[in-house]
């Protein structure tokens, strides 16, 4: 068994230094007169493997700019969290990395000056209520206005400490046990807790970042072009990003209107759909930018190009269910597109989808399996 692994192994490596001008060698398949050409498929056979056929022609491709991109939160999509008043953490209510909803309790806060204005509203409301049955008639006006002014500037002084119209209608409900200075600070929109910078019990003033809600379902990716090349990037033009083994699509947000003094390069902001959670702040990706005009190319799918002999290769339909390797000159991929420069014509039938398929069959038969 040793001596047959390494007899096919001696055999793999002599096949992989065969020179180019062999390469048609490949569409004889075994060489043996009883080997079934493992590029001949019936339409079963086809549909069962996903082969797809095509028509080459051309398409516009436009030309693109690549540069090295840092993934960021998306800012127009991030809210930090802080406290209005000054007080006490009392209790948290949820963790970094959890996803909230709009409205969500983040954490229990407790203060002093929202305990005071809790009382005034309760005292103030029950007043106002007490005056306004009895009607402009029964008092004067200017009671019947204070008593409404200061029930009005108590729940607007709350509202100002970060209390919601639901909390005060809540406050109001339970009456004077309520007025205890606690509150809860509620998600102002739906996110991902991205830091919660706080220790439980300890005092906070107000403006300091406690959560940092993050949207994940757009970042950014800051891309550095030099400046000759960022003046040809436009807002809206298309971008993939190569992240993890994949390609993804963006649009041009912006680009900066000044050049960073480190390394006299352009920033051009990337917006990138991120909902399946595949990039994250801090990642170093590529990005390709589409700048000038679209050219009218001869192009096949990216994953329509293989390598055998180590020369690209385009699968061929040569009719009656049999199919050939074609090497071919490629260009640069643009748009998941790759041009074809020379062994293709305009009008070739090809293998746009399932040419790794093939590629299988073809090396199995070249090692004597079927």
Known sequence: MKHMILLRSAFVLAFACIPLAAAPAFAAGTGRADAPDPLTLD??????????????????????????G????????????????????LD???????????????????????????GALIVAEQDWQRIAQLGPQAVS?????????????????????????????ALLRKGSAAADGGFELLAPVAGRVASDDFLVGERVEPGRTLFTLVEEGTVWVVAQLPPREAERVVPGAAVRIDAHGQTLAGKVVGRAH??????????????????????????????????GGATSELAVPDGAVVLLLNQPTVFVDRGND?????????GAAREGWTPIRQGLAPGARYVSRGAFALKARLLRSQLGEH
């Open 141 to 169: 006006g200017r009671r019947y206005a204070e008593a409404k002014v200061a029930r009005d500037q108590a729940r607007a002084k709350l509202r100002a400490y970060g209390l919601t119209e639901g909390q005060i209608a």
């Open 322 to 330: 049999r199919f050939e390797p074609v090497a071919v000159e490629v």
């Open 70 to 89: 840092e993934v960021r939160v998306d800012a127009y999509s991030t809210v930090l969290v802080t406290p209005r008043v000054e007080a006490q953490v």
């Open 43 to 68: 339409p079963a056979t086809m549909h069962e493997t996903g082969i797809e056929i095509a028509t080459l022609a051309r398409r516009p491709l436009a030309e693109e700019l690549k540069a090295p």
């Open 258 to 291: 000044a050049t960073d003094e480190r390394t006299r390069t352009v920033p051009v902001r990337i917006a990138v759909d991120n909902r399946r959670d595949l990039m994250h702040p801090g990642e170093l990706v590529d990005a390709r930018i589409a700048a």
């Open 92 to 118: 948290r209510r949820v963790q970094l990395g959890d996803a909230v909803k709009a409205g969500q309790p983040l954490l229990k806060l407790s203060s002093v000056a929202v305990a005071e204005t809790q």
